[in-house]
């Protein structure tokens, strides 16, 4: 079977070849023993767009095997960093180049407006491989005064080897970038496994890996449901390290196959246990704070963006916001007539700044949440009436007159659904943004600078934001505390992720004496 599909984008009448099959030593390859297709829909319409091939255990394992051998002869310790700073700058040009593309693919994919696939997320992706380029010539170690007249040490922060990286289908590109631009820059090899709701455009990448001049091996995709492809990586005895962004339940499973398998180091944006290896990078319920000193229209702004960027698919999303009550009704009603003014809508239509979710399981999901707050007594000021016709589209939905015992209220819902609270003073505001086992995001808006200092402080999320919401730098780490994972993305130290440091012991003057 042909390991291509001709896609026809009908917004534009663009044909697109999309690979289909397996990635594995830079080629598009069939199963190894497996017939099965994961069927790609679109969410604007519910039609299908085409099917992939769904990789198996034995695809894994073969997969390592093409990462293993790449690490041990074509990359890893065996190429200079100058060489894979100029393979990942020759990788962001060539996103670069066919970034119109990629993005109309994406959105027929993942549903967002092209729009904001193209300038946000393709934008983003584009230079966080051009910031992680830069750093590919510039990891070092510590030289370290032991002796000066008999010994020295010295540390060497190494690749860390085969990386398992398993994606989410809300950034997709995005998440690709986030967790490939690191590994390659350090030296290690990778075998992606992207969601199987959104695998169109990563293995349109992985084309452009092997367009690049990457070696072989350096880069693997997967396309594979979660149970078979994300659960082979995670026990995988050759894998060093898994990375994942996802849900805080399947963020649990991977760090157990991880600590059951090899011990083998994992990153997760939210917890750990034993495991070395694992960064997990997990879910949230992220508080959003309105102080009455607030630039009220700004605030407002920033609120809508919180919770109704990415129609509020997103693990930071601002989804409890606390306005204080001497402001809250003018509040209020400031942010429903801004939410009003989204268009959620085709995300080819250059009106729409927010598309359809991404499936039927996810609009199935937040609906129950939005029926949920009803039947426990929130109040709805905007929303809670579904659409008509094709596509999963979720219009802003806003509910105030909420308890922290509703389930609006403690779960994650990952929709443009927001439950607006009221606070009197900055204790209580406090008290009620940690109220939550999660803590990956946070924001406030206030112009007393003492303020923002103190509850920036106080506040238990890995990122907070201070008059603004949602923003963030490729240069600066984002990660989670409490049960939003572990390990941290971005910045400098997403290095550390995929380097181990070896302590390097030299005598040069110290006679040993024996017997003791």
């Known amino acids: 079977m042909a390991q291509t599909a001709r896609i026809v984008i009908p917004a534009t009448g663009r044909v697109v070849e999309v690979p289909t099959g397996l990635f594995i030593n830079n080629e598009f390859v069939s199963s190894v023993d497996s017939h099965e297709r994961i069927s790609v829909s679109n969410p604007a319409t519910e039609e299908t767009i085409c099917s992939v091939v769904a990789g198996s255990e034995k695809d894994i394992d073969a997969a390592v095997a093409a990462a293993r051998a790449a690490f041990s002869t074509t990359w890893g310790k065996n190429v200079t960093g100058f060489d894979r700073s100029r393979l990942l700058n020759k990788l962001a040009d060539l996103m670069e180049r066919d970034m119109q593309v990629l993005a109309e693919v994406e959105s027929l994919n993942n549903g967002k407006p092209v729009k904001i696939a193209r300038d946000f997320d393709i934008g983003d992706s584009i230079q966080c491989l051009r910031y992680y380029a830069g750093w590919a010539d510039k990891i070092v170690g510590q030289t370290i005064e032991v002796n000066d007249k008999t010994k020295i040490a010295f540390t060497r922060h190494e690749p860390i080897g085969v990386c398992g990286q398993i994606i989410p289908w809300n950034y997709p590109i995005n998440m690709w970038a986030w967790k490939v631009a690191p590994a390659l820059a350090c030296g290690c090899t990778i075998v992606m496994k992207p969601s199987e709701l959104t695998p169109l455009t990563a293995l349109m990448l992985s084309k452009l890996i092997a367009e690049a001049g990457f070696p072989p091996g350096v880069l693997n995709t997967i ?294």
């Open 223 to 516: 396309p594979s449901l979660g149970p078979v492809g994300g659960a082979a990586l995670s026990r995988h005895m050759d894998v060093d390290k898994v990375a994942f962004t996802g849900s805080t339940l399947t963020g649990r499973k991977i760090m157990e196959a991880a600590a059951k398998s090899n011990l083998k180091k994992a990153c997760h944006t939210r917890e750990v246990t034993n495991v070395e290896a694992v960064s997990l990078e997990l879910g949230g319920k992220s508080p959003h704070i309105i102080f009455e000193s607030a630039n009220l229209d700004q605030a407002a702004n920033w609120a809508c963006l919180g919770i109704l960027y990415n129609t509020g698919q997103d693990c930071t999303a601002g989804s409890r916001l606390y306005v204080q009550d001497t402001i809250y009704d003018k509040f209020l009603a400031l942010l429903v007539d801004k939410a009003k003014q989204l268009v959620i809508g085709d995300g080819f239509d250059d009106k729409s700044g927010g598309g359809p979710v991404v499936s039927k399981a996810q609009y199935d999901k937040i609906w129950s949440y939005i029926e949920s707050g009803k039947s426990q007594g929130a109040r709805i000021v905007l929303g809670g009436e579904r659409r008509h016709g094709k596509g999963f589209f979720v219009d802003p939905t806003i509910f105030t007159d909420v308890t922290r015992d509703m389930k609006i209220v403690q779960d994650e819902i990952f929709g443009p659904v927001l439950s607006v609270g009221r606070f009197k003073t900055e204790q209580e505001a406090i008290a009620l943004a940690n109220d939550t086992s999660y803590g990956l995001g946070a924001g406030l808006h206030s112009t007393d600078a003492n303020q923002c200092m103190r509850v920036s402080s106080a506040l238990e999320a890995g990122t907070v934001w201070v008059n603004q919401y949602n923003t963030l730098g490729n240069n600066v780490p984002f990660g989670g505390k409490k049960q939003s994972g572990i390990g941290r993305e971005l910045g400098s130290y997403a290095l550390r992720e995929y380097t181990e440091v070896k302590a390097v012991h030299w005598n040069f003057g110290e006679q040993a004496e024996w017997p003791l």
